[in-house]
């Protein structure tokens, strides 16, 4: 998303979210001196020097920061110079998760976080998701030993599934020999410290996997003020984790290509702001430049959840923009669909199937 | 049925009005006016209840109108043979419209009344808010009911079934519910699983449809044959399954079917999911469920939401339904 037409709605933003931390203030009985007090120390540290707050990541006894820096975006920065840059700026400013994917640009992804995070590695809480869309224990063990290499690491604070979207990835990942006997098996060599499973698709799809009872420690889904009126995963899968104390990473808090700010029915802070506002570890956010770090650092530093008014207030103000889930494409047409995956499971590509 | 000559279909009790009985196989009327001339549809109606089809669906909006006056047309002299089914398509706008929608499909079936008369294509989260809102849709329901014009209520969508579900729980008197039911379906985004039993249940009478996935892409794909998708959709606990037939043999072909239906054993029903389980996972055969190009424009124009035409599921819907998502004609007062 370009950050020019944003910026506009920086200063708005700040200025009703101010308002609202006001009036909550007012009506807020003993939290009133609390509120009070936080916002003048707010009012007195300059917003640039607030780190991102960070929050505990489910019952693992590590905390991550409530904002997280997208893989797949990070490929997409114009060189290896403004990765490490974006990076580096991320990292001073709080952030500690960063997202990654074995499949995102072919690997270049990876060994663009690999290089940023040379003598920082113990700084980052770095997570990678293994792609073997149904196939095996084995595939996704040497998977991992690629990502390593590309991160330049000997382990992974978070291995993850990716792409569990179809009706039959519960089946495939957990038949013998699937994918979720390496996940414990790189937990036991110590080469990753927790394991989780992410997906774009469907809700019943991701409770189906945690119906598994299955050890995991996170769980990534799409999460925006959008999802929570079409087949809902805020709905349905976020309290089902919470209960579980598996922690929940939310993605796509802009529908995952910002039309949804593209096309006027929400601001990027508006969408970023109430994706952090959830009962969740963290959101993960694409950021292909500094400049689109630099919007998210506005909302992100010393972060304040809106009030559950608010949020209510903006799922009902965008419910006409999601209803027909226009802007969610990725729970219902093939386009967010990775072609390894449908490949993998026998199904046609995109470009051979209707709309 | 004094004026049936030809085979005969099983019958089923309609839901918990258990003095009213239909065919197994109902006749979709969307398809009838894919006929390739009137001749051609008027012959297909005749053909069908002669072979013992006694339930007919149609829509006020398939083909702008069309598919109701074949019916009409095809039903003349037969009308008291059959259970006649037409939907109404206010899509969330006023009851007085769902009335004037009435009055002219009535006008085009040639009848002065239906047997069951469904809201059309439920889909959108909103939609069962919007249906029972006063002055809404289920007014004019009830009050063509008390009239006499028309016999049971329901409502049909192809999308989702939680909105089904929610429909349900407006506590509105529905008799029939229509849903996508195929062995596709048992795997993803389940009707079957979801809002059958429900149904079934409160004695609601359920009605299949795209027992062939639409427009038959599995069968040309070579899944599963039609006989054994028409079978399996007959097999599930409902009143009826409605399949498009637009030539005289694809009508034979499903004929042959239903005259000779003995219901699949539960394990033959698992043996066909289980088969076709992989290939329906990503759900690329019930597109209906998730595309935007099975949505209608005029449903999205009465719902507020836009027609891009940047989309390539909006121009492919727009093809589809021959509307270029500017509104119908006007409806005569």
């Given amino acids: ?355 | 049925m004094s004026s049936r000559s030809g085979g005969a279909i099983p019958l089923r009790p309609f839901g918990k009005h258990a003095d009213v009985s239909v065919s197994i196989l109902g006749m979709g009327g969307h398809h009838l006016g894919d006929a390739k001339d009137e001749q051609t549809a008027i012959a297909l109606v005749r053909e069908a209840v002669d072979g013992g089809i006694t339930f007919f669906d149609n829509c006020w909006e398939y083909h702008r109108g069309k598919s109701e006056v074949l019916l009409g047309k095809g039903l003349k002299g037969h009308r008291t043979d059959v259970f006649l089914m037409t939907k109404v398509c206010t899509h969330g706008r006023d009851g007085s419209l769902a009335m004037q929608m009435l009055e002219e499909s009535l006008n085009r079936l040639q009848t002065d009344h239906l047997d069951l008369w469904q809201a059309h294509g439920v889909g959108f989260e909103n939609d069962p808010e919007l249906f029972m809102r006063p002055g809404g849709a289920a007014e004019a329901m009830l009050k063509a009911r008390e009239q006499g014009k028309v016999r049971f209520l329901g409502f049909t969508g192809h999308k989702d079934p939680a909105i089904h579900l929610s429909m349900l729980n407006t506590g509105f008197p529905f008799d029939a519910v229509q849903m996508p039911l195929n062995a596709f379906d048992a795997t993803f985004h389940s009707f079957q699983a979801q809002v059958l039993p429900e149904l079934n249940r409160r004695g609601v009478a359920a009605l299949g449809m795209k027992p062939m996935s639409g427009h038959g892409e599995p069968i040309q794909n070579g899944a599963l044959t039609a006989e054994e998708a028409l079978r399996y959709a007959m097999s599930l606990p409902v009143t009826t399954t409605i399949t498009g037939m637009e030539k005289p043999d694809i009508l034979r072909q499903n004929l042959r079917i239903a005259q000779n239906h003995q219901p699949m054993s539960a394990s033959e029903m698992r043996a066909l999911e289980d088969r076709v389980k992989d290939v329906a996972a990503d759900g690329h055969f019930e597109l209906y469920k998730v595309s935007l190009k099975f949505d209608n424009p005029e449903a999205r124009m009465a719902h507020g939401f836009p027609l891009d035409m940047e989309s390539e599921e909006v121009k492919e819907m727009v093809t589809a339904v021959e509307n270029t998502g500017h509104p119908y004609p006007e409806i005569p007062k």
Wanted: aromatic share 8%; glycine share 10%; net charge neutral.
């Fill in chain 1, 1 to 355: 998303m370009s950050s020019g037409a944003n910026d506009k709605f920086t200063r708005r933003e700040f200025v009703r979210g101010a308002a609202a931390l006001t009036a909550s203030a007012i009506a807020g009985g003993d939290s009133i001196v609390a509120a009070k007090n936080n916002a003048t120390a707010q009012a007195a540290v300059p917003s640039s020097d607030r780190p991102v707050p960070k929050r505990p990541l489910g019952k693992t006894g590590v905390q991550v920061s409530a904002l997280g820096v997208g893989g797949y975006h990070l490929g997409s920065t114009q060189d290896q110079q403004e990765a490490n840059e974006l990076v580096a700026k991320a990292l001073d400013a709080g952030i500690t998760f960063f997202d990654n994917a074995w499949d995102y640009h072919q690997g270049l992804s990876e060994e663009r976080l690999g290089t940023a995070l040379q003598g920082k590695r113990d700084q980052a809480f770095v997570m990678t998701k293994v792609c073997t869309h149904g196939r095996g224990r084995d595939v996704a063990m040497q998977m991992l030993e690629q990502s390593l290499r590309r991160l330049q690491t000997d382990h992974l604070d978070l291995w993850q599934i990716h792409e569990v979207i179809y009706y039959n990835d519960p089946d495939l990942i957990f038949r013998p020999g699937g994918a979720a006997e390496a996940l414990l098996e790189a937990k036991k060599q110590g080469k990753v410290r927790f394991i989780g499973f992410t997906g774009h698709k469907d809700p019943a799809i991701h409770l189906r996997m945690l119906a598994h009872d299955f050890p995991f420690d996170t769980v990534q889904m799409p999460l925006n003020a959008f999802d929570a009126t079409f087949r809902s995963f805020e709905t349905q899968v976020v309290p089902e984790a919470n209960k579980r104390g598996i922690a929940v990473l939310g993605m796509k808090s802009l529908g995952g290509s910002g039309e949804m700010v593209r096309h006027g029915a929400i601001t990027a802070q508006e969408g970023l702001r109430y994706a952090m506002s959830l009962p969740i570890a963290t959101t993960i956010s694409g950021m292909d430049s500094i400049a689109v770090l630099e919007q998210n650092l506005e909302v992100a530093r010393g972060f304040q959840p809106m009030p559950a008014a608010d949020m209510a207030a903006l799922r009902d103000r965008v419910r006409i923009y999601a209803a027909d889930g226009r802007y969610e494409l990725f729970k219902t047409t093939k386009k967010y669909d990775g072609d390894v995956g449908r490949e993998q499971h026998h199904y046609p590509t995109p470009q051979k199937l209707p709309a």
